[in-house]
């Protein structure tokens, strides 16, 4: 074999702490090297060209690059291997700037420890065999969890383009917390009147099989080939009967014990209720923790109104399993509540607003609510306590967020811009109405974003204070907000009718259970993790995997928009072609060892041995043994671990292979 | 059960009846609490408004001695020294430079284990089932505000005790005494503190808000669980008196007082007598108000 090393200096990446030159000069005298260089820019165009020529050059049969990580490059250098007329398997990266130049200083020991990579990896090339990438076929068909505005841009995206889609959506309807919405900043279009349609195009889609009130129950499987459960909630309506008339949710006799989830606990729901007028789809369900059938069997008030039989008390929760090629996980988020303080959590919360305890203290989404026409208010500014028309509100922005020692370190991101809007909303409506907005920066970067908050400030005569409140508490029917202006450098107390409290934004309560179930990894507050913040980001690292709106970091919603409109483009790269390539890294049995004990079935994550029969010629069983399935097997290696016998082996890390690695560094 | 006790200069001065009502009560409820022997400064105030360092080596040596004399647990009912302590002890555990410089100091190791508690830790230590047996009166005709002031729950990171902005635990033992408690907005709120010598008007102002804070939610006695909380609150009141005409007198009192009343010792058995605004219990006035309705 005739190997060819090539080391990279990535600038002065690699080239600052390893003596580059040093190394490639200790690797030409490995045996099998015949030839040994350096280069600033390995994966330059000419660097490329270097490795291409001496492959022509000295008949090369296997090459090391020592480099950055093969999650960057190795790719690359394959690919001019391959160019070069070698088969790309032959190549090996020695990792030299994650592995030795970004964590080391000196420069003598990091560039012993770089030789030693690469001598590492010479004796990896030499028992490689050329292999040949496995093709296997895609299901063209996505799966969207989540139906607020960034699943249904995806949904539509990818359904409008030809392929499948299934919806799933764990609340009643769709349309997420952007439904809840009055007007969207900066136009201050109505928020409902620009989803709805939307919201209908989706029911209507032929390419779209919704699911609401259901949630993903486990995925299988790989990119491409993706086996998903879903639980279909029960209904206890059954959504091809009804016809939506909604005498049920007038009749039913609950009409004050569930508040309603929509309207942010500012109104009641009864028992059997859709959540909106608008809902979509149009069927009610039956909240069994409150309807008096589900809790003494006594009422069913419901049924017996339903002109079209309906209604089923013992409908049960479903199954249902559906084959995709991709994911788009859509979740969303919620508002961090001050209601109460959370127990065993590192938020500490805000005692000194109350912990909800004052009526007329609301939050962000509360506001929306009681400032939309459909809302509980229907669109005029009352105070929930009393109903009076607030004179004075005060806005308290950054109430969790950007707070390291009581919420959360991040900035919230939209609510600079909400906050705006509300205070804008409430002055068009109530002229003699004084607006205050707590405030640490502004932060309206955003196409016409800054021009709305100077609109505000300038035209509707809101009052920005910059500072932070440090207490609100209740004094003869006026909330006392005592805060400090840093700008004036005086302490403030403004004797408010209403205070609204800009809360964070947070991952949805179940998000970090969802991502161990479909297997993609979230960050420590709960938010879905992107394989590259700048360059992939909305793909997980999971393949097949993508990753729209809210549930990835706290976002608008034309970004959760064009967020999924990405999700969308990127599943239908995969569905570009009919076969993906995977790497042939795969498990492989040995069949003439193999006892057939099949441990490696039981620790296989991924279902992907299978149980094969060897016959003699005349067709007699003589035993059984285990068989890799190329398409399921992802190369973790635990069946190899596992065998008894060591008739597994991984192609391309063998235990040939790793031994000689390791042997080479001693 | 043998906790350390930690009085504190007030404990021997403005606060004697702190002192005098919990050992009281101490004795009733049979748990005992042993004074630390040859205490001294816990670094409040003066000393570390002076100098951090001197402020955590006079912690520091108590911190020792409470070691020495083989105390788990010690009691600091002043809410300051019970700051300093568990300020000081924090800072040595969590800096070796600070603890090696600390420990020349006062020429002693200190581990840093002893555990400090205030008074409402040591009755919920207690429990309020044992605190309940002892009950005599019927306290029910007091509306109490619980006060906490600043130093009792703050900074939370290291005192790990209730909220720092809206504490209840104090409300709980006052309710497992009988009395009824009052929700209102100026638990926390700052009296003043040290101004009261200096800048006596601040805390006239401060105190006076507080005081009335606690009326307009309808108490009619204001419990304390701080000596600098009780002299502000109660002894300033001749001040208001001057300062605000109509201004009128509410009883302050200790947490311990209110657990001895109700355990059936009387005001000069406590030490109330000594305060500056006279308490009675108002059972008399309000009987006589319904009789008239």
Known sequence: MKIGVFICHCGENIGRTVDCARVAKAAAFFTNVVYSVDNKYMCSDPG?????????????????????????????????????????????????????????????????????????????????????????????????????????????????????????????????????????????????????????????????????????????????????????????????????????????????????????????????????????????????????????????????????????????????????????????????????????????????????????????????????????????????????????????????????????????????????????????????????????????????????????????????????????????????????????????????????????????????????????????????????????????????????????????????????????????????????????????????????????????????????DIRDRSGNLIKQVAYVNDGLCQGCGTCNATCPSKSVELIGYTDEQIFAEISALY | MQIGYYPGCSQTGTAKEYDKSLRLVMNKLSAGILELNDWSCCGATSAHVTSHRLSLALSGRNLALAEKQGFKEMLAPCAACYNRLLISQHELNNSPKVKADIEEIVDCKIKGDTEIINIIQLFQKIGKEKISENIKNDLSILKAACYYGCLLVRPHDITHFDDAEEPVSMEELVKTVGAETVNWNFKTECCGAAHSVARKEIVVNLSKKIIEDARTHGANVIIVACPMCHTNLDMRQRAMKREYKDHSEMPVLYLPELIGLAMGFDNKQLGIDLHTVKFKFPELVKKSEEITV
């Open chain 1, 48 to 612: 490329q060209n270097i490795i291409k020529q001496a492959v022509k050059d000295y008949k090369l049969d296997g090459v090391v690059v020592g480099s950055c990580s093969p999650h960057m490059h190795e790719k690359t250098f394959r690919k001019a291997v391959s160019d070069a007329g070698v088969n790309p398997f032959l190549c090996e990266i020695a990792n030299l700037r994650e592995h030795v130049s970004w964590v080391h200083e000196d420069k003598e020991v990091a560039t012993g420890k770089a030789i030693d990579l690469v001598r590492f990896a010479v004796e990896k090339v030499k028992r490689n065999s050329p292999l040949t990438t496995i093709k296997v076929p895609v299901t063209k068909r996505t799966l969207v969890i989540g139906g607020g505005i960034s699943g249904i841009q995806a949904a539509l995206d990818v359904a409008n383009a030809g392929y499948e889609v299934v919806l799933v959506e764990k609340e009643p309807s769709i349309g997420g917390h952007m439904s809840q919405l009055s007007e969207t900043f900066p136009t201050l279009d109505c928020s409902q009147c620009i989803l709805t349609p939307r919201m209908v195009e989706v029911y209507q889609h032929p390419k779209i099989k919704l699911m609401t009130y259901a949630e993903v129950e486990s995925v299988e499987g790989f990119i491409g080939n993706f086996k998903v459960t879903i639980k279909q909630k029960a209904r206890y309506v059954d959504a091809d009967k009804c016809s939506g008339c909604g005498t049920c949710m007038q009749k039913c006799p609950i009409k004050k014990k569930a508040f309603s989830e929509f309207d942010e606990k500012l109104a009641f729901r009864s028992a059997i209720y859709v959540p909106f007028p608008q809902a979509v789809p149009n069927i009610p369900v039956i909240d069994t923790s409150v309807c008096t059938y589900f809790k003494n069997g006594k009422c069913s008030m419901c049924q017996k109104v339903c002109d079209r039989e309906a209604i089923f008390f013992d409908q049960k929760d479903e199954l249902i399993t559906e084959d995709v090629g991709a994911i788009i996980v859509a979740t969303g988020y919620k508002l961090y509540t001050i209601d109460k303080k959370p127990e065993e959590s590192e938020i500490k919360g805000y005692g000194e607003y109350g912990y909800g305890k004052y009526k007329d203290v609301i939050d962000g989404l509360q506001f929306e609510r009681i400032a939309s026409a459909s809302g509980p208010t229907s669109g005029e500014f009352k105070r929930p306590s009393d109903g009076k028309e607030p004179k004075k509100i005060v806005f308290i922005q950054c109430v969790g967020s950007r707070d390291e020692s009581k919420g959360f370190s991040y900035c919230s991101k939209i609510c600079c811009m909400y906050t705006a809007k509300h205070a804008m909303l409430y002055k068009h409506k109530v002229h003699d109405g004084e607006a205050y907005v707590f405030y640490m920066d502004i932060r309206a970067g955003g196409k016409m974003y800054e021009e709305f908050v100077r609109r505000a400030i300038e035209e509707d005569g809101v009052k920005y204070i910059r500072g932070r409140v440090s207490r609100i508490y209740e004094q003869n029917g006026k909330y006392i907000v005592k805060g400090e202006d840093t700008l004036a450098g005086v302490p403030v107390e403004i004797d408010a009718d209403m205070v609204v409290l800009a809360t964070a934004m947070v991952a949805q309560p179940e998000a970090s259970k969802l991502a161990q179930t479909i297997g993609i990894p979230y960050d420590k507050y709960g938010y879905f993790v992107e394989v590259h913040p700048k360059l992939r980001p909305v793909e997980s690292s999971s393949g097949g995997i993508f990753l729209a709106g809210a549930c990835h970091s706290p976002r608008d919603i034309p970004e959760c928009v064009s967020m999924a409109s990405a999700a969308a483009a990127k599943a239908m790269v995969l569905f570009g072609s009919d076969m993906l390539e995977r790497e042939p890294t795969v498990a492989k049995v040995n069949e003439l060892l193999c006892a057939g004990c099949f441990y490696c079935r039981k620790v296989c994550a991924y279902n992907a041995i299978e149980i094969k």
